[in-house]
């Protein structure tokens, strides 16, 4: 997911995305533990784009951009 089409969303579908995020975070991990998880770069990619949502929150609460 890339930074503007995260900007693209509304706060309530930003908030949406970082449940659903969560999730996934959770289930790839629970993976890793059992040893079913194949690319663990998946679990980067998670991470990295929840940070995306929460930095965008930010810079509203902010007003920036």
Do not use: C
């Amino acid at each position: 997911m890339k930074i503007n089409e995260v900007r693209e969303l509304s706060s309530e579908e930003l908030n949406q995305k970082i449940y659903s995020l969560k999730e996934e975070l959770f289930n790839l991990r629970r993976k890793k533990a059992v040893g079913q998880l194949e690319n663990l770069n998946e679990i980067k990619r998670v991470r990295k784009d929840i940070a995306r949502v929460y930095t965008v929150l930010k810079e509203r609460e902010l007003g920036v951009k």
